[in-house]
């Protein structure tokens, strides 16, 4: 590598040695630079007098410069050490007397040559000063003199009686009291002790460091400890000494997962999700799909009707009886500023975006002025209704004591424009309960869930962390949560087995018999885990990422899309996406009539909605009846 040596001992000299390695000896750097030296100034130099200067280290003899980290095209800032000989001899000469005012004195100037190069470059002023430090005293007057003429401030021209924050006081600018007066050891700047925003009554005796300069010690790391927050800015806010729990910082968390079951848009019933399901925040119902927006109250556009809806008490007018409730329509509130706030409304409602989802939801015409009524309202579309914890405060018969919990499908009966407490227009909307499941808060409602084993899903999200603060994945949290049961000597988590129906059709899928094998030995502790493993892992596309559409079974194991395998055997040939096995049989056939129906039975079983699109119109109970009775 290439090194630039600075030299800086009477003349200013920049020269380049070539071939250096890291892992040479310092004294063999000397030998070289003196080389180049002598041939850029055409004098010699000796070796052992020249001195190196790296990042404010001396490198010293007997180590590398692999030690001192140098590095390609580095700067070697470079002084001549003086002779020891010079050195007696301007000592000698400095010891002479001196007149001062027609008075014979002796003044003695001691003038220390520094033989170490670390006292040398502490002494310079940016790297080019002498190499000599001269101390004088005064005998008479016991003081340091420093002619004007030597140090002049470009600022005030070193009057006495001039303030300046350059040569004097940086708070007052005044020049006196020079026995209490310090210098900065990082800025140079100078401060009387009286003036400090803490006045000193004795100088101290270690390195002193102004406000500017001075670092909080609490702020750095030393070690192995760790950064002390207890004095921080956070620290001093209002929130620090609050002690209601906010959510655990799971407001604005980012989903880990998202339902792949049914589409974002699905109308209807989310298959493995049953009535009485609790969540415990309102991410953890985002990512299950039964009400997407981990925020708003609900799930529309002002093109599609309304999949879904939240109630949590957000308006004065909202009635809940239950089977039938009034839900208020969204808007009306100025959300700027602090949101926390009382919310007053302030102007009126409109029928647009998620409130027109909700008119679009009911089976009549959308009116934007006075709103309308269903002639059959069990044909309007049906809609999810979760209740979150926070209608307890209007509402608590009805709502859940904790977490977002799902009741049903509902369905509009009617929705109309009308004056709210506020004085301004809101839209109201009638909802009426259509679910053949039992409602929750009746008896037969929490039979029913205790009969599925339905828990809380979430709990586990604030116990089951990484070392990292990151949310751990399902499978693990899962197994935390199980793992803790345990040890708390708790009941048994609820394990989902299969209907026989479903297991029926598992046992004539021969072309899957490892997949379902495996299935059998993983535990689910609820149908919709159950869904989740299947249609968001073991039935996932190589190719496409999706939910396997028209399956076609290999004969290695492997479901793959018929479209994406036609795909794949065009440009690749013969051979499986997933293992590269040979699938030499699949090659001439119409892959068409290679579809899986055993594969596509289970699947319609377990998610009604599955192939909608391009499922011929066959009875549905024909079908698993056809597959007993030919076993294909």
């Known amino acids: 590598m290439r090194l630039r040596i600075i030299f800086c001992s009477g003349e200013h000299v920049q020269v380049h040695i070539n071939d250096v390695n890291r892992r040479e000896k310092i004294e063999d750097v000397r030998v070289k630079a003196a080389h180049a030296l002598e041939a850029e100034c055409g004098r010699p130099f000796d070796p052992d007098r020249l001195s190196f200067i790296f990042s404010g280290k001396q490198l010293a003899n007997g180590m590398e410069l692999f030690h001192y980290d140098v590095r390609h095209d580095d700067s070697l800032l470079t002084y001549l050490r003086p002779d020891a000989s010079e050195l007696t001899a301007k000592t000698n000469s400095r010891m002479t007397p001196k007149k001062v005012n027609g008075n014979a004195t002796m003044s003695t100037t001691l003038e220390m040559e520094s033989t170490s190069v670390s006292d040398a470059a502490s002494s310079t002023v940016g790297g080019e000063g002498a190499m000599r430090m001269d101390m004088s005293a005064d005998n008479e007057a016991g003081k340091k003199e420093v002619p004007h003429e030597d140090i002049k401030c470009g600022h005030c021209d070193n009057l006495p009686k001039s303030e300046c924050r350059h040569c004097g006081c940086y708070y007052c600018g005044l020049k006196d009291d020079e026995e209490h007066t310090l210098a900065c050891d990082e800025c140079g700047s100078f401060f009387h002790m009286r003036c400090l925003p803490e006045p000193l009554s004795k100088v101290p005796e270690d390195d002193w460091y102004c406000e500017l300069c001075k670092n909080d010690p609490s702020a750095v790391i030393m070690g192995e400890k760790k950064l002390d927050l207890s004095k921080g800015r956070k620290a001093k806010m209002p929130s620090a000494n609050q002690k209601k729990n906010w959510g655990g910082g799971m407001a604005c968390v980012g989903t880990t997962k998202t339902c792949t079951i049914v589409p974002k848009d699905h109308i209807g019933p989310i298959p493995g999700v049953h009535v009485g399901q609790v969540w415990r925040y309102r991410i953890n119902v985002s990512e299950s799909g039964i009400h997407r927006p981990p925020v708003g109250g609900i799930a529309g556009s002002s093109t599609k009707a309304a999949a879904s809806i939240v109630l949590a008490g957000g308006y004065p007018e909202d009635t809940d009886n239950g089977d ?8 009306g509130y100025d959300l700027s500023g602090n949101k ?15 409130n027109r989802s909700l008119a679009l ?19 309007s579309s049906p809609i999810r209704v979760c209740r979150s914890y926070k209608l307890s405060k209007q509402h608590p018969r009805f709502a859940p004591r904790e977490g977002v919990r799902y009741d049903g499908m509902y369905r509009i009966v009617k929705y109309w424009k009308e004056r709210g407490v506020s004085g301004f227009y809101v839209w109201r909307y009638l909802f009426r309960r259509d679910d053949p499941e039992p409602s929750p808060w009746t008896e037969e409602g929490r039979i029913h869930i205790a009969r599925l084993g339905l828990r809380m899903i979430g709990d586990e999200t604030n116990l089951s962390r990484n070392k990292d603060g990151k949310r751990k994945r399902d499978g693990e949290a899962a197994s935390a949560t199980a793992n803790e049961s345990r040890k708390k000597g708790g009941i048994p988590a609820h394990i989902y087995k299969p209907t026989l129906e479903l297991t029926e059709l598992i046992r004539l899928d021969k072309a899957n018999v490892r997949l379902w094998e495996n299935m059998n030995e993983l535990q689910f502790e609820s149908e919709s885990a159950y869904l989740e493993s299947l249609s968001g892992q073991m039935l996932v596309c190589p190719i496409c990422q ?32 997933i293992c590269r096995g040979g699938i030499s049989d699949m090659k001439d056939v119409d892959l068409k009539t290679t579809v899986n129906q055993n594969l596509v039975n289970i699947l319609r079983a377990l998610i009604p909605s599955y192939g909608k699109d391009w499922i011929s119109a066959t009875p549905p109970v024909a079908r698993p009846q056809r597959a007993r009775r030919s076993g294909k």
Not at 361 to 379: L, M, R
């Open 324 to 331: 039938e409730f009034i839900y208020t329509g969204s808007g």
């Open 340 to 354: 926390r706030m009382g919310r007053v409304q302030t102007f009126d409602q409109e029928l647009t975006r998620q």
């Open 361 to 379: 939801a009911c089976s009549t015409p959308v009116d934007e002025k006075i709103g309308g009524e269903a002639k059959d309202w069990k044909q």
């Open 546 to 577: 999706e939910l396997v559409q028209h399956p076609c079974t290999t004969s290695c194991g492997h479901n793959i899309c018929c479209g994406c395998l036609r795909s794949s055997m065009k440009n690749y040939g013969a051979m499986c996406p």
